[in-house]
Nanobody, 122 residues
Framework: QVQLVESGGGLVQAGGSLRISCVAS????????MAWFRQAPGKEREFVAA???????YFTDSVKGRFTISRDNAKNTVYLQMNSLKPEDTAVYYC????????????????WGQGTQVTVSS
């Protein structure tokens, strides 16, 4: 079993930057893919970015060129650096872990954090 704890959310103005982090504990050796999803009020949870154990990276189109994802395996931590933030990026951001290599599908992620709120003001 894997436990995930996010941190680093907050309020930022449009055009600003924010970095959120996720620390994994437990059976971290079983993790093949770490990812970030987000859920805005009244909307479904959506995929944002993922990084595999071999550092292969995936992004949803709306954040390409603005967000970067990285992983520190020694610290069991994954980061999401968010630049040029827009009001539509406002959401609760969830860290997730999957046993499936390179997955971006919601159903493949069995471990989830509690989420961290990111609010972008216009």
């Amino acid at each position: 079993q894997v436990q995930l704890v996010e941190s680093g959310g907050g309020l930022v103005q449009a055009g600003g930057s924010l970095r959120i982090s996720c620390v994994a504990s437990g059976h971290t050796g079983d993790i093949y893919t770490m990812a970030w999803f987000r859920q805005a009020p009244g909307k479904e949870r959506e995929f944002v970015a993922a990084i595999s154990g071999t550092a292969r990276i995936y992004f949803t189109d709306s954040v390409k060129g603005r967000f970067t994802i990285s992983r520190d395996n020694a610290k069991n931590t994954v980061y999401l650096q968010m630049n040029s933030l827009k009001p539509e990026d406002t959401a609760v951001y969830y860290c997730a872990a999957s046993l499936v290599y390179g997955s971006t599908r919601y159903g493949d992620f069995g471990s989830w954090g509690q989420g961290t709120q990111v609010t972008v003001s216009s």
